[in-house]
């Protein structure tokens, strides 16, 4: 007879997931993929492969792209994490990363984009002015199976004006 | 004044939700039902001797284990068939030998990933841990792996098929063998392309819920058609239709793969559900989908073909094998879309195509994105290229030769195309669309510039690829179209939307036929609850199929409201019109008499109850009606809805051509594509913002197969790259920008005048790769994808065979 497999014991961790606060009791093998997807029910970042090659879940971790699908979640207790939910703008709408999807025709299916967003979001507060080549660099992380990537190129160069647009 | 939405390139409706993280996808749906995880095979081939499921007995979260004599068991107390093999979807005649898997293995695994045992538990953590412990007892039997393997046949993959062949097919016009061996010029070819699949960046996933109650079953599930999984699931549960509905959520992607139907899951997880009583989800992991879903494109072929001193083809006969894996439920499909669309834009003299599709150990072949055609094109492109050189010929003149031209058409090529109807090509511009093309890439000025980069050093090359696809394959789809009282239009069709914008394109249609706003529409697609009778999201036949359908609704719509609004405007029919949902006296502009649909809709359905404001106004003692009639005139039914079909007597034919440029480089022999330049002919655009981001996604999967995609088989029958980290799909790095001309023949066959383009990007790829490979470096090039690796290669054996 085996010993019970038990996956009972778990780890406070606490997240601060689009500026909220969420205290979470967690296995410790628990991905911050599912964390996200299935115990805060953001389920805007995807998964597309599991294994960090396809980018769908990359989220913002203290402001730098990671993949979530590679992390665990109890390795992260303090952390501020920034999903592509928390890309809209202020009055819930499309902030201008999204914008710039919706504008280019940058997305068909949409279940890469929410990684691309958050991809994107990084890229243009580092560089907030790119030129083509750059923005096809940026993106060169990620995989859409869709589009072929034109437009997505285009839409980072879109986002990038969007974002120097006052605010009206 | 409205301006028409059909061939604007109108923002889609679906992004807001979609860019925000508000999609639900299928793994969205369900956090709380049982999760599925399967035991899949390790091996290839071999005999299930023993399953031994104690270890996994003590996981926390254990719901049950299910092997085949469950299924078995099941069937016998309560009549389900899950038991039983899975269908062939699409039978033939000379398919004599099909066979197809069951939905858990009934005692032989016949590929890597075939699923033996299946584990629910409260989630997918704990179904893996107990995956992990279940032993499986396996008595090894060969693998068959590849096609020459299958055709040596020294060993078989299914006991009762001989030599390994499921089919075998031949179609002919004239008699080709004399005409070639007649011709002046004679040719021979061997050509190959791999395995590549589909691959969506969502993988597939299924969600039932049984409601005990309602003695009902929802099933959402990640398909490209809703319809049939809902006949199939209720066959195999032995469950009335009428208890189940199927939904297709949002989808992340399909381009065939999930046009195979039911996939054991399908099955499996409502059955799961029926018996637990509770919500049960699997969402397939990106290694199950390499090995346990489906792939395609691997063929070899032999090419005969005789010409006469201009180039033109007297005759062509095509011999091949396809290797369709492990069974073959979507039946012969590809191949026999590959030995008819070959062709392309030519007349090839006498044909004859021979095929045999043959079983291997490996994943099972359905339609990918193009569907048998980018082999097809590869063959006959490869083959002009081949006479052009044969006879120190422009390749673009050479084909230009063989075009059929326009007063040719409807042309009718002799053939038997993969709907059983004529291979009949409805419309195009063959010579139109290649003098865009050569202007589009500067054909002719290429040499000069080829000659320019020698001098520098760099080696390019131009490659130019045709195609004709035959799209929008009945047999029919519908739509239901209503007008609710307060004017919003409520449209559903039955197939199903993988991210093409069927939501956006079908609303600009219905916005011009009913002569409403397009904001006020809403589509709903792939939900059996909203409409039961489709056929499916695949052959590039949406726009075709569903776009008439809801065309030929709206107008029913529209003189529906016309005939009611009439009596209240007191107007002659023909005298109305609607214009920004509004009917009106025509000619009276907008401060004549007019009624607004929302009003229409409320007239349509006279009430006895107020329940709100505008059922008010349609209450019986509300409104002056003349007594002697009845509240709802003869003929007429109650609201301003109408459901309509349309169906087709065949396909129809888009057309398009693609030059590519390349620059290899001498030393490392990496290939880079410069330019990609597409002309591109679906008949009218209705949304070319669509389109043409159609035609880019399937150009990067044109050029990840020409280049980096292949699936990397062991003799032993192990999927050797079944990961994204081995299996190079293209990044935005690898994909080239993309120069795209349309030329627009409009179909005669259907009311809107449209092809299909949801395939046409990624059907000459490797075709126009590899020619450009072959024109930078002077190497003949018969086997895509070619990797720099493969490059080296042919440039040392040239060498040596030229040393
Ligand atoms: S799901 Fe994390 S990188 Fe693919
Ligand atoms: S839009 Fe479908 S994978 Fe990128």
Request: proline residues 3%; hydrophobic residues 40%; negative net charge.
């Given at each position: 007879m085996s010993d019970v497999v038990s996956t009972g014991s778990t780890t406070r961790v606490s997240l601060t997931v689009n500026g909220v606060r969420h205290d979470l009791d967690l296995p410790a093998r628990r991905l911050l993929s599912d964390a996200l997807r299935h115990d805060l029910r953001l389920t805007g970042t995807?998964?597309?492969?599991?294994?960090?090659?396809?980018?769908?879940?990359?989220?913002?971790?203290?402001?730098?792209?990671?993949?979530?699908?590679?992390l665990f979640a109890v390795s992260l207790d303090g952390a501020e994490i920034t999903t592509v939910e928390g890309c809209r703008s202020a009055d819930g709408g499309m902030g201008p990363v999204q914008q710039a999807?919706?504008?280019c025709h940058a997305l068909q299916c949409g279940f890469c984009t929410p990684g691309f967003i958050t991809t994107i979001t990084a890229f243009l507060d580092d560089n907030p002015a790119p030129t083509r080549d750059e923005a096809r660099e940026a993106v060169s992380g990620?995989?859409?199976?869709?589009?072929?990537?034109?437009?997505?190129?285009?839409?980072?160069?879109?986002?990038a004006e969007l974002r120097r647009e006052p605010t009206p | 004044m409205t301006t028409r939405m059909v061939g604007e390139p109108v923002k889609r409706v679906e992004d807001p939700r979609l860019v925000t993280g508000n999609g639900r996808y299928l793994d969205d749906l369900g956090h709380d039902a049982f999760e599925v995880a399967f035991v899949r095979s390790p091996h290839a081939h071999a005999r299930v001797v023993d399953v031994d499921v104690t270890d996994a007995l003590d996981v926390e979260g254990l719901v049950a284990i299910y092997t085949y004599e469950d299924l078995v068991a099941d069937e016998e107390e309560h009549g389900t068939r899950v038991a039983q093999a899975l269908p062939l979807l699409i039978p033939h005649p000379t398919l004599t030998h099909g066979r197809t898997q069951h939905a858990l293995a009934n005692g032989e695994v016949n590929h890597v990933g075939e699923a033996i045992v299946m584990v629910v538990a409260s989630d997918r953590y704990a179904a893996e841990?107990?995956?992990e412990r279940i032993r499986v007892d396996y008595e090894f039997l060969t693998p068959i792996v590849g096609v020459e393997a299958a055709r040596a046949a020294e060993h078989l993959v299914h006991d009762d098929v001989p030599g390994n062949v499921a089919a075998r097919m031949?179609?002919?016009?004239?008699?080709?063998?004399?005409?070639?061996?007649?011709?002046?010029?004679?040719?021979?070819?061997d050509l190959a392309i791999e395995r590549s699949a589909s691959m969506p960046m969502e993988g597939k996933g299924v969600?039932?819920?049984?409601?005990?109650?309602?003695?009902?079953l929802t099933v959402h599930t990640s398909t490209q058609t809703s319809t049939s999984v809902r006949q199939a699931v209720a066959a195999k549960l032995n469950l009335p239709v009428d208890r189940v509905e199927v939904v297709t959520p949002d989808v992340g992607g399909g381009f065939g793969v999930k046009i195979v139907h039911p996939w054991p899951e399908e099955v499996l997880v409502p059955w799961?559900?029926?018996?637990?009583?509770?919500?049960?989800?699997?969402?397939?992991?990106?290694?199950?989908?390499f090995v346990s879903s489906a792939h395609e494109r691997g063929q070899l072929h032999h090419v005969r073909v005789g010409y006469d001193d201009e180039g033109r083809l007297l005759g062509l006969s095509v011999k091949f094998w396809h290797d369709h894996g492990a069974y073959i439920p979507y039946g012969l499909i590809v191949p026999i879309i590959t030995s008819t669309q070959l062709l392309g834009p030519y007349k090839p003299g006498a044909y004859r195509v021979e095929f045999e599709s043959l079983y291997t150990n490996t994943v099972i072949v359905t339609p990918y994105r193009g569907a048998g055609r980018p082999q097809g094109c590869f063959v006959m492109e490869r083959t002009m290229d081949a006479i052009a050189a044969d006879l120190g010929l422009d390749r673009a003149l050479v084909r230009e030769r063989n075009f059929i031209q326009p007063d040719e058409m409807p042309y009718d090529q002799g053939l038997i195309f993969q709907d059983g109807r004529q291979l009949l090509y409805d419309s195009g511009d063959f010579p139109g669309s290649l003098a865009k093309l050569k202007e589009l890439v500067g054909w002719d000025d290429f040499a000069a510039y080829r000659e320019q980069a020698r001098a520098e050093g760099r080696r390019v090359g131009i490659g130019m690829a045709c195609y004709v696809e035959g799209t929008g394959v009945g047999p029919y789809e519908g739509g239901h179209i209503r007008v609710e009282t307060d004017g919003t239009v409520v449209v559903s069709t039955g197939l199903t939307t993988q991210g093409q914008g069927h939501q956006t394109m079908l609303a600009q249609i219905v916005a011009d036929e009913l002569g409403v706003p397009f904001e006020r529409i809403r589509v709903t697609t792939g939900d059996t609850r909203r409409f039961k009778y489709a056929v499916g999201t695949f052959a590039s036949r949406t726009a075709v199929m569903s776009g008439s359908a809801v065309a030929v609704t709206a107008r029913a719509v529209r003189e529906k409201a016309l005939r009611i609004a009439s009596d209240a405007?007191?107007?002659?029919?023909?005298?109305?019109?609607?214009?920004d949902g509004n009917v009106r006296v025509k000619g009276t502009g907008e401060n004549g008499a007019s009624v607004d649909l929302g009003a229409v809709a409320v007239l349509s359905n006279p009430l006895r109850y107020a329940f709100d404001e505008a059922a008010k106004r349609a209450t019986q003692f509300a409104a002056p009606a003349d007594p002697d009639k009845p509240p709802v005139a003869e003929g007429e039914s109650p609201g301003l809805e109408a459901s309509q079909f349309y169906s087709p007597p065949r396909s129809t034919f888009a057309n398009g051509m693609h030059a590519v440029v390349v620059e290899t480089d001498p030393d490392t022999a990496d290939i880079k594509v410069l330019r990609y330049c597409v002309v591109h002919d679906c008949g009218t655009l209705i949304n070319p913002m669509i389109v043409e981001g159609q035609i880019h996604g399937g150009v990067a999967q044109g050029v990840g197969g020409a280049l980096y995609e292949r699936m990397e088989y062991a003799p032993d029958g192990q999927l050797l790259n079944a990961s994204f980290m081995d299996f190079l799909m293209p990044y935005a790095s690898e994909v080239p920008e993309v120069e795209i001309d349309h030329l627009v023949t409009p179909s005669p066959l259907n009311p809107l005048g449209v092809k299909g383009a949801g395939e046409a990007g990624v059907i000459p790829g490797a075709a126009a790769i590899a020619a450009a490979i072959e024109d930078a470096e002077g190497i003949t090039i018969r086997r895509m994808p070619i990797s720099p690796s493969e490059l080296f290669h042919l440039r040392l054996e040239n060498q040596e065979a030229g040393s």
């Open positions: 995807h998964v597309g492969c599991e294994h960090g090659v396809c980018g769908a879940c990359t989220v913002l971790v203290d402001g730098a792209p990671m993949r979530s699908c590679l999807f919706h504008e990620n995989l859409c199976r869709c589009t072929g990537y034109v437009n997505i190129v285009s839409a980072v160069e879109r986002a | 841990d107990a995956v031949v179609q002919e016009t004239g008699d080709a063998d004399a005409a070639i061996d007649a011709a002046p010029h004679r040719l021979e070819l969600h039932a819920r049984w409601d005990a109650d309602d003695e009902s799961a559900a029926l018996r637990l009583g509770r919500p049960v989800k699997w969402t397939e992991d990106r290694r199950e989908h405007l007191e107007a002659a029919v023909e005298d109305l019109e609607i214009v």
